[in-house]
Structure formats: structure tokens, C-alpha cells
């Protein structure tokens, strides 16, 4: 959002808010709109509350309500005497946000990942259901193995839409520097700001068991994973599979 267009709020709102909308919440939508958009840059610092109230035309407290709910939803953070940034993906938000897997005792040790393969196909029912693409649209398919403390605990199947990430190479994923959220958002400009998870015990099938170091048939937890952008425009759909015979899947909701 460039200041120049800039013009009272209430204007703004009649294409496309609902009528009866808090203003509140109409103030988190330009607000969220400005971040897509790339005004702020993931890990800088937005405008005081007085300059942003004064540029949306409302009052500081109606301002800081908005930005409190977009500080909950973790798109922005609130550092002590510092300010309110926008959220960068690092590997502290991937620990304490997206992984949830963490040994018997407590213990959460960053994984180690090693891409076992990347591939280019076309979407099948369920990628295209999780995607919101059409079936058969081209994806990537990720395969990565996730070792925790020297032992291989996870196996990840990710499938991205080819669309959504253009150029991407199997060398710019493997040699990433930090996260993979944090490739999405630092090459291509997507941020994820929140997934979607279902859980439920399966079986390990013989490559899988193999590749974990469990017995074929072993039971594993299963979690299917979309991950969302703004709007909950689906970004990523990941399939993993743990063994937790030492360890467990543990989200503290009012931490993360």
C-alpha cells in the first residue's frame, strides 16, 4: 500500500468488507494486505501506532486491536522496547511454531534433514484436494528423511505447486540455508502463517521401515500437514511419518 493512495478508511472498506465488520477487523485486513504486498519485509519493523492509526484514519485503539490478533496469529512480533516486526521464518519459529515432535523426556533437539529426492509430476486427487489445484497440475515432490539426535525419527512426503514456486531446483531446496519456510518466503515471497494437522496411527511399509530403521509393519504416527498462507491460501501439503517408540508429538497451543 503506497501512503500516496492513502484515503479515509471507511471508503476503502466499501469494495469488498462486510458491512457489519468490526472496523477493527477491516484495519487487520489492510493491514495484512500491506505485508503481502511486501511494504514490510519479513523481520523489519512496521510503523509506530500513532503513524499507522493516523494513516488509516481511526483511533490508536482500534489500531492496536488489530495489531493484537495479528501478533496472536504470529505474522507479527512484539520485541520490549524494540517495536512490532514482521514475522520471519527462522529455525526458532520452524522449533517452537510448525515441529512438534520431541523425545519421551521432554527434550526437543533441532532435526537434521537430508532430501532423498526431488521430483517434478502432476498433481493426484488428494495433492490437488490439499493444494486447491486442479488434478493433474504440475507439483513438486519433496522426499526428505528427519534425523533427531543422530537417530532417523521422521519421513517427510512434501508436494508443492509447481505455479506457486517458479525456477525452484532440487540444488536451491537441498542447499537452503535456513528453513524451508524460510526458502518459500525469502526466494518466492510466500509466507507460511499458520497449518492445518491430522493425526493417526498407520504401519510402516517396507520402504519406510527401512529407511526409519523399524521393524515393517512397526506402528507410526502419521500427521498430514497443509501449510497456509494469508487468506489460508494452501501452500505446501506435507505427509510425514514418525516413529515414536522414544518419541512424541507435543503442541502447546497457548506457547506456539
Known sequence: MNPADDHNLHARLMAGAAPDSPLYKEVKRLLTQTIQAGEWKPGTAIPSERQLSARFHVAVGTLRKAVDELVQ??????????????????????????????????????????????KTGRADDEE???????????????????????????????????????G????????????????????????VVRSAER?????????????????KGAPLLEIRRVALTFHDQPVEYRRSLVDTEHHEYFSDLAKS
Open 73 to 118: 496469529e504470529r505474522i507479527l512480533i512484539r520485541q520490549q522496547g524494540r517495536g512490532t516486526f514482521v514475522s520471519a521464518h527462522n529455525r526458532d519459529r520452524m522449533m517452537f511454531h510448525f515441529f512438534h515432535i520431541q523425545r519421551e523426556d521432554g527434550d526437543k533437539p533441532a532435526p537434521d534433514v537430508e532430501m532423498l529426492s526431488f
Open 128 to 166: 490437488a484436494a490439499r493444494l486447491g489445484i486442479g488434478v493433474g497440475d504440475r507439483v513438486f515432490r519433496i522426499a526428505n528423511v528427519l534425523s533427531l539426535a543422530g537417530d532417523r525419527i521422521i519421513f517427510d512426503r512434501i508436494s508443492i505447486a509447481k505455479a506457486l514456486f517458479p
Open 168 to 191: 525452484m531446483t532440487a540444488a536451491q531446496f537441498k542447499n537452503r540455508p535456513s528453513t524451508i519456510y524460510h526458502l518459500y518466503q525469502s526466494a518466492f515471497g510466500i509466507t
Open 199 to 215: 493425526l493417526r496411527a498407520v504401519r510402516a511399509d517396507p520402504e519406510v521401515a527401512q529407511l526409519l530403521d523399524v521393524a
